[in-house]
């Protein structure tokens, strides 16, 4: 049996279509789609993230034992501000990608996939072992409510007494929203400028009223999941399960920026220092297509003369742009801005062009 989202009787209130994700009940939409995709990039919507799994680590370790057990320099985190990392095997291949908060010295918060929270709490209790770090679940007693869009910051600004102008992209701060304490990230997976507030699961529903009402001059819908995924492939963003498995390391998805080799051992450095430079001879590109038919996850990439170079990771026929868009593992000689592909969808040979990532990226 699914498990249930604390907001959801609010989501069945407000007539939302569910799906499963990840062993939890979610919105996938809450009527088109396509209108909270819009909402996003023009005005704001407002998404409910609690699927996700928050992890504490404190103590006077907590520091050492993250920058042992993830392959990012945590210890060089200052408090208040955040970091985007992975938590590789012993092969080097991601178990998970992650956002790290530094609340204080010695207590972060670590934010992990859904389809993962069991994976992360369990190799960060092991890997914190022998230090003086605690690692604690606290995914059961949060919510998280997330504001996305050119009029967050307005909604947001409405409903608590934070500086929003000093609340710097990847940082945090402790507010208030209607008397419940929150945690207020400005972070995001949809392209554009937004929020992310942690509160208590019991005060979830005050909160997202709250919001909402703010909201109301400001053009806000609630979204699902299903325009979060069109969100997140026009902004370039990857996904665990598409674009980053176990089989994966960071260096095939073009993230190795994430490594940080110039500190101490931590868990993969072997093996990630040996396949840095192959990429097992593949890399990660945008494509983007023509005419209506979008290819889906799995669909092979093909040459001119029809032999399989790759495959597909996420294809959507992009709702901003107006043409198709995929993510694609290809050969790496093949991965040049411009080059002329296709992609096999349903025995038809599409054409593509291979083209820098993101597809879409938001006026500053």
């Not at 929003?164 to 207020?184: H, P």
């Not at 909160?207 to 995924?229: F, I, N, Q, S």
């Not at 990857?238 to 051992?265: C, H, Q, S």
């Amino acid at each position: 049996m699914s498990r249930p989202s604390p907001l959801q009787a609010v989501h069945a209130e407000l007539g939302a279509t569910f799906t499963d994700f990840a062993g939890w009940s979610m919105p996938l939409r809450y009527g088109s789609e396509l209108a909270e995709h819009k909402a996003v990039r023009e005005a704001v919507g407002l998404f409910d993230l609690s699927h996700m799994g928050e992890i504490a680590v404190t103590g006077a370790g907590a520091a050492a034992a993250l920058d042992h057990a993830l392959v990012g320099n945590l210890s060089g985190v200052k408090v208040g501000r955040a970091r985007y990392t992975m938590i590789c095997a012993e092969d080097g291949g991601v178990l998970d990608d992650l956002v790290v908060y530094r609340l204080a010295d010695e207590e972060y918060l670590v934010v992990a996939n859904a389809s993962n929270a069991a994976t992360v709490l369990a190799e960060l209790t092991a890997r914190a072992g022998d230090f003086d770090a605690t690692v604690t679940d606290r995914s059961a007693d949060t919510a998280l409510i997330a504001v996305q869009g050119p009029n967050a910051v307005h909604v947001v600004g409405a409903v608590c007494d934070a500086d929003l102008d000093a609340l710097k992209y990847y940082a945090s701060v402790r507010t208030s929203v209607d008397g419940v304490d929150t945690l207020l990230a400005r972070t995001g997976y949809t392209g554009e400028d937004g929020f992310e507030l942690y509160v208590a699961a019991d005060r979830a529903e005050q909160v997202w009223r709250v919001v909402t009402e703010a909201g109301k001059e400001h053009g806000l819908l609630p979204a699902g999941l299903a325009c979060r995924d069109t969100l997140r492939l026009e902004a370039g963003m990857p996904l665990y399960g598409n674009e980053l498995t176990a089989e994966m390391t960071p260096f095939d998805a073009g993230l190795g920026r994430v490594v940080k080799f110039e500190k101490d051992e931590f868990v993969g450095r072997a093996a990630l220092d040996r396949r840095k430079d192959d990429g097992a001879g593949r890399k990660l590109v945008g494509l983007k297509g023509s005419g209506r038919r979008a290819a889906r996850h799995g669909y092979p990439v093909v040459d001119a003369n029809g032999t399989a170079v790759g495959e597909v990771t996420s294809g959507v026929l992009s709702p901003t742009l107006g043409y198709p868009i995929a993510m694609a593992y290809v050969a790496t000689e093949l991965a040049e801005p411009g080059t002329a592909l296709a992609v096999d969808v349903r025995g038809s040979a599409q054409p593509v062009e291979v083209v820098a990532l993101p597809f879409y990226k938001r006026e500053a």
